[in-house]
């Protein structure tokens, strides 16, 4: 499946277009509530989820040829990837219950929950556990203690913040590589060294980026 058959690539972030004609993709999982608006639609469960369970696997997805876009996800520090499916409605939060898993193996990419989900909850995953430098920032309006306003991806956020957040390997690669030539936000962090804070921030990521890779 290519971009141009998911109908949801072809409406620009556009809800009540994108709903025309609209197919499921993932019936009795989660369904898309469109909403009038640009970028105001949204992802609702329709089922229960525990926390730690595969909610579904990415695919069907498409190497992106566009290096970043609204509609991609980051899957390594130089590819992204279309996500041909319903889960293009799976919104940021800066507390999420959604986390996508693109580390390891792309047949083992999946959509898993970050916390107990209940049937009606809205779906959210967040951003910069995939993304690096977004095509699109925006203001946050998650309105959740945790929220950190701008989203510009993780090279923006300190990695005293992502430290608490599930991070995909290449964010993780991305982020080390940044602490340690002292680079963007982290070139302004105080108080500890710079081997002390990449400690800090690798703790417990080994898993992540000990996955094989195809």
Not at 97 to 115: H, P, Q, Y
Request: glycine share 8%.
């Amino acid at each position: 499946m290519t971009a141009a058959t998911y109908a949801g690539h072809l409406s620009n972030g556009d809800g009540l277009l994108a709903s025309k004609g609209h197919k499921p993709t993932h019936d009795g999982l989660f369904k898309v509530v469109f909403a009038q608006g640009s970028f105001t639609s949204h992802l609702e469960a329709s089922t229960d989820f525990q926390k730690g369970q595969t909610i579904t696997f990415m695919s069907p997805h498409a190497s992106s040829s566009k290096i970043v876009s609204y509609s991609t996800v980051q899957v390594g520090e130089q590819s992204h990837i279309e996500l041909n499916s319903d889960l293009l409605y799976c919104n940021h939060s800066c507390d999420p219950n959604v986390r996508f898993d693109v580390s390891g193996d792309n047949l083992t990419w999946a959509a898993i929950a970050e916390k107990n989900i209940n049937k009606g909850d809205v779906l959210t995953f967040f951003y910069p556990s995939t993304e690096w430098n977004m095509a699109q920032p925006f203001n946050c309006n998650c309105s959740t203690s945790k929220c950190l306003n701008k989203i510009s991806g993780a090279s923006h956020i300190p990695s005293r913040i992502l430290k608490d957040y599930f991070l995909n390997a290449h964010i993780v690669r991305l982020k080390r590589d940044q602490i340690e030539q002292g680079q963007g936000l982290e070139a302004l962090e105080t108080g500890e060294t710079k081997d002390e804070r990449i400690k800090a921030f690798l703790d417990g990521r080994q898993d992540v980026l000990n996955r094989p890779r195809k």
